[in-house]
């Protein structure tokens, strides 16, 4: 792979980080995530959120299953350039630790919703990145590489984009 390959692979992986980071933890000012995170969460002690978050576990909106899909595809299209040995295995168990962070750091942060039907999906994502990757790489390998990034930079920039106009939406929230 080459450098350049790789330092555009790790601009775009920083840049996605940053937005997923400001839509999943920051939850964007979603006004719901918000108002619940605060009428509920704030609350609560951390065993009450895990039994309340338990019995959320089947109620997820398909809107938000698709958004979880679509928000860790760039994990799955991303890692496999940072993982030399058993990159597609690693990439896809990635995937999934950091799904498990993120809704691990909802849950001791009340701010937004943890569930365990979001740790499924967002490791769904991932996998589905992993496997277009590995699906494309009969592709010369910079030619892989090269489709990889772009569609990680378009989910990344969709990522940032629904956040921006999510926060600019509901900036009244927090005014």
Known sequence: MSKSIKKAALI??????LCL???????????SAVIDSRIFMSE???????????????KSEPYDIILNILFFLPIGLLFPFFIEKNTYFKSAISGTAVSLAVELAQLLIPIGGFTYIDIFTNSLGAFIGVVIHYL???ITEERVQIIALR???????????????NT????????
Not at 21 to 31: H, M
Not at 47 to 54: H, K
Not at 155 to 165: D, P, Q, R, S, Y
């Open 168 to 175: 600019i939406r509901n900036i009244d929230i927090y005014l």
């Open 151 to 165: 569609a990680s930079s378009v989910l990344a920039a969709f990522t940032g984009m629904f956040a921006i106009v």
């Open 136 to 138: 494309l790489r009969n």
């Open 12 to 17: 775009t992986l920083s840049l996605y980080a």
């Open 44 to 58: 609560m002690t951390l065993w009450e959120r895990v039994i309340f978050s338990a019995g959320k576990f089947a």
């Open 21 to 31: 980071f400001w839509v999943v933890i920051l939850k964007c000012n979603l006004r």
